[in-house]
């Protein structure tokens, strides 16, 4: 059983920047893929970016160039840099993991970012 805990989320203004945080406990199992996903008001959930067991990323086109996905060193706690964020960036943002012998995601509970003036 994995467990995580977003942090960094709020109010921003347009062109602004946020960080969010995600730490994984209980990684005994083996952590396969980090990602963020992100749920706009009234809008199915999406992905923002993933990160592999050996480091390659992948983006959603429309925040290349603007957001990084990385993680630390122990490769338990996954981050989203996010840069010059627009109106369309509000969403809740959600931390998801797969791990396991058989892989199976987890997610966390969810970060509200606002992008507004």
């Known amino acids: 059983q994995v467990q995580l805990v977003e942090s960094g989320g709020g109010l921003v203004q347009p062109g602004g920047s946020l960080r969010l945080s995600c730490a994984a406990s209980r990684t005994s199992a083996s952590i396969r893929t980090m990602a963020w996903y992100r749920q706009p008001p009234g809008k199915q959930r999406e992905l923002v970016a993933i990160?592999?067991?050996?480091?390659?990323?992948n983006y959603a086109d429309s925040v290349k160039g603007r957001f990084t996905i990385s993680r630390n060193n122990a490769k338990d706690t996954v981050f989203l840099q996010m840069n010059n964020l627009r109106p369309e960036d509000t969403a809740v943002y959600y931390c998801?993991?797969?791990?396991?012998?058989?892989?199976?995601?987890?997610w966390g509970q969810g970060t509200q970012v606002t992008v507004s003036s």
């Open positions: 998801n993991v797969v791990a396991g012998f058989i892989p199976r995601p987890y």
């Open positions: 990160i592999a067991s050996d480091d390659t990323t």
